[in-house]
């Protein structure tokens, strides 16, 4: 049979029930905060925010991938421009910027 008696004298008992009380209370208190309505708030602004960091910083380095990759397409190692590449872009955008500027002509007329 197990030993159920108890040698701690009555004044470690109370000490241990104050003991036990002051860390009920501490933990009722920090349960009273977690579930606070403005904690909540917090707590839910906290991870919107971490989310939209996060998804900024994916875009921001899927973007400079792409730019990397399309200067990579006008621009050799050493910095210089790439004529075979650059010079008909720049053909295509004049002419586009052109058929605008006459369409745009014939309809104020």
């Known amino acids: 049979m197990a030993d159920t008696s108890d040698t701690r004298t009555p004044a470690q ?15 009722l208190d920090e349960i009273g905060v977690r579930v ?9 602004k906290a991870k919107v925010v971490a989310n939209i960091d996060h998804t900024v910083g994916r875009a921001y380095v899927q973007v400079n991938r792409v730019v990397s990759e399309v200067r990579a397409q006008f621009v050799d190692e050493d910095g210089a421009p790439r004529l075979e590449r650059v010079v ?16 745009s002509r014939r309809r104020k007329r």
Do not use: Y
């Not at 008992?13 to 933990?27: F, G, W």
């Not at 008909?88 to 369409?103: D, F, K, N």
């Open 13 to 27: 008992i109370e000490a241990d029930i104050k003991l036990r009380r002051e860390a009920l209370a501490e933990t």
């Open 36 to 44: 606070h309505p403005q904690t909540i708030v917090a707590d839910a």
């Open 88 to 103: 008909p872009v720049a053909l295509a955008v004049v002419g586009v910027v052109g058929l605008l500027a006459v369409g």
